[in-house]
């Protein structure tokens, strides 16, 4: 079976190109659009990997890293911004 990757992203440009890619690589990918997407989904079917968006127009994706980990603690997640800092990457 393909592993399957969930993409937490709110650009929608940059969520097709990124799917593409990961589809393309042979994942399954879904994609969730905000924090309480990404949970709901996370929640609903396991998931061996989370692209994070850290900032989401429902809420900041640290929130959706903190229950992930409590939630799915042996789940990978990849935190991405374009406006990170490294208090922030300290933090995550």
């Given at each position: 079976p393909q592993?399957?990757?969930l993409?937490?992203?709110d650009t929608a440009s940059l969520a097709a190109v990124y799917g593409e890619y990961l589809?393309?690589?042979g994942y399954a990918a879904e994609h969730a659009r905000g924090a309480?997407?990404?949970l709901r989904l996370a929640?609903?079917?396991p998931c061996d990997a989370v692209l994070l968006d850290l900032r989401l127009p429902d809420g900041?994706?640290?929130s959706v890293l903190r229950a992930l980990r409590r939630e799915s603690p042996d789940?990978?997640?990849i935190v991405m911004t374009a406006h990170g800092s490294v208090a922030t990457a300290v933090e995550a």
């Open positions: 592993a399957r990757v993409l937490v992203e589809r393309g690589a309480e997407e990404a929640r609903a079917a900041d994706g640290l789940v990978a997640v």
